[in-house]
C-alpha cells in the first residue's frame, strides 16, 4: 500500500478589516484625521443637482441624530466633481462611469457631488449608511474623509416580490437603494386561486391584488431613488392554469 500525505486546501482565510463598511471597496478614499460628529441640525442646499423629496427627508433625519450642531448638506451637479489630482489612470477609467460620485465629509459641510441623478443617489445610499453606523458608535460620529467612487458592474439587479404593505414594498426598495443596485426586477404575478384580476387587465393574475394605482407608486418610488423598475411577469404554465382557472 501506498500512503498518501493529506492535501491540506486553506479553506478559511482571515481578511483585513475595511477601512469603511461600504458597498464595496471605494475607488479612492482618503481618511483625513479626526471625527465628524452626527448633526443635530441639517441644512440641505442643492446647486444644479436635485434628489427626491423623500431621499432627502430621509438622509435629513438619519444625519440628524447627533449633537454636532448645525451642518450643510450640499448637493452638486458637476461635469467634473473629482478633486482629487492624485488619481491614476486606472481609477479615472473607473470614474468615467456614469454613476461615478464625490462625497466629502467635514466638520459642519458635507459635500455630494455628481454627473446626474442616478448617481447622486449611489453617492446618497453612500452617506445613508455611514449614517446609520454612526448613529451605533458610542460619540455618534462619522468618518472625517473624501470619496471618489464609482460600481464596477453596470447591471446591478435584485428580483423581488414586493410585500403585502406600503411601508413593507418601500423598505424593500430602501434595501434595494441603500446596496447600491441600479435595477429591480419586481415579479407582478401571483398564482394563488385567491388573487382578483390583474390591474392591468392582462390576465387574472396580480401580486396581492394591487390597484393600478399602487403599482405605479411602487415604480415611481423606485425610479425616485436611482433605480430602474423592470416588471416581472411569469408565464401561465398548464398546471397552473387547470389548477386555478377551471
Not at 84 to 96: I, Y
Not at 147 to 163: K, Q, T
Not at 197 to 213: H, L, N, S, V, Y
Request: glycine share 8%; proline share 7%; net charge positive.
Amino acid at each position: 500500500e501506498e500512503s498518501v500525505a493529506p492535501v491540506n486546501f486553506p479553506f478559511t482565510m482571515r481578511l483585513g478589516e475595511p477601512e469603511l463598511m461600504t458597498c464595496g471597496k471605494p475607488v479612492s478614499l482618503r481618511l483625513r484625521g479626526g471625527r465628524v460628529a452626527l448633526p443635530g441640525n441639517v441644512v440641505v442646499v442643492e446647486k444644479g443637482a436635485s434628489l427626491d423629496a423623500g431621499v432627502k427627508e430621509f438622509l435629513v433625519r438619519t444625519l440628524g441624530q447627533g449633537g454636532g450642531g448645525k451642518t450643510e448638506l450640499l448637493l452638486e451637479k458637476l461635469e467634473d466633481p473629482f478633486i482629487d489630482r492624485g488619481l491614476s489612470a486606472a481609477q479615472r477609467k473607473l470614474l468615467d462611469s456614469p454613476e461615478a460620485f464625490r462625497l466629502d465629509i467635514a466638520p459642519g459641510r458635507i459635500s455630494l457631488a455628481a454627473r446626474n441623478g442616478d448617481a447622486l443617489a449611489r453617492g446618497a445610499a453612500t452617506l445613508a449608511l455611514l449614517a446609520r453606523q454612526a448613529k451605533d458608535l458610542p460619540d455618534r460620529s462619522l468618518p472625517n474623509l473624501l470619496m471618489e467612487d464609482a460600481p464596477r458592474i453596470a447591471f446591478r439587479s435584485w428580483l423581488v416580490h414586493i410585500g403585502k404593505t406600503p411601508e413593507t414594498m418601500r423598505a424593500i426598495i430602501d434595501c434595494a437603494w441603500l446596496l447600491r443596485y441600479n435595477k429591480i426586477f419586481i415579479a407582478l404575478d401571483n398564482f394563488g386561486a385567491a388573487a382578483p384580476p390583474f390591474p392591468f387587465k392582462t390576465a387574472d393574475i396580480g401580486e396581492a391584488g394591487r390597484t393600478q394605482q399602487e403599482w405605479i407608486d411602487v415604480f415611481q418610488y423606485a425610479r425616485a431613488r436611482g433605480l430602474e423598475p423592470i416588471p416581472y411577469l411569469a408565464s401561465w404554465g398548464r398546471i397552473q392554469y387547470i389548477s386555478y382557472k377551471p
